[in-house]
């Protein structure tokens, strides 16, 4: 909690709706709990495994920031199974972002899916990844 506040506190903006996620993060679980934050947002968290946790939300998400540590030292936050399941709760011209473009990912979020494209990087990223859910009955061409 004390961690949670201390990097919340870098955006004093946002501090009422800081305030209401800490009031609540107590008492999450690991099932989907949904926080209204003021009258326009709702907050959808899950507190879980990644793959545990996307499986137990159906979603859809219009939008991922996939942000899981490096490919290499983490790799269990871009599988096949993950991606599939983004894919999955992604709704069509949903679209996905990621700092990394190690190939085995792209090749995940390709095989689950998605369309993929490499965009120019941020800081020291020369490159990233974009991709997009194509909308149901579009064509590729
Ligand atoms: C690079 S940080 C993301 C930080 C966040 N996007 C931000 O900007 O503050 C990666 C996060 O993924 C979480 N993480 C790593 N492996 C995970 C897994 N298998 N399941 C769920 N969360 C995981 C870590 O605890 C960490 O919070």
């Known amino acids: 909690m004390a961690a949670i506040a201390r990097a919340l506190s870098g955006?004093?903006?946002?501090?009422?709706l800081a305030g209401r996620l800490l009031d609540f993060w107590p008492a999450l679980s690991s099932e989907p709990t949904?926080?209204?934050?003021?009258?326009?947002?709702t907050l959808m968290v899950v507190r879980a495994p990644a793959l545990?946790?996307?499986?137990?939300?159906?979603?859809?998400a219009d939008a991922w920031y996939l942000d899981?540590?490096?490919?290499?030292k983490n790799p269990d936050m871009w599988?096949?199974?993950?991606?599939?399941?983004?894919?999955?709760r992604t709704s069509p011209g949903g679209t996905f972002a990621t700092y990394?473009?190690?190939?085995?990912?792209?090749?995940?979020?390709?095989?689950?899916?998605f369309e993929v494209a490499r965009a120019p990087g941020f800081g020291r990223k020369r490159e990233?990844?974009?991709?997009?859910?194509?909308?149901?009955?579009?064509?590729?061409?």
């Open 11 to 16: 955006w004093p903006d946002l501090a009422p």
């Open 128 to 141: 990233m990844l974009t991709g997009f859910r194509r909308a149901a009955g579009a064509s590729r061409s």
């Open 100 to 113: 990394t473009v190690a190939g085995w990912v792209r090749r995940n979020l390709m095989a689950a899916g």
């Open 68 to 72: 899981g540590f490096s490919p290499a």
């Open 52 to 60: 545990d946790g996307v499986e137990r939300w159906h979603g859809p």
């Open 34 to 41: 949904a926080w209204a934050m003021d009258e326009q947002t």
């Open 79 to 88: 599988s096949d199974a993950l991606m599939d399941l983004v894919f999955d």
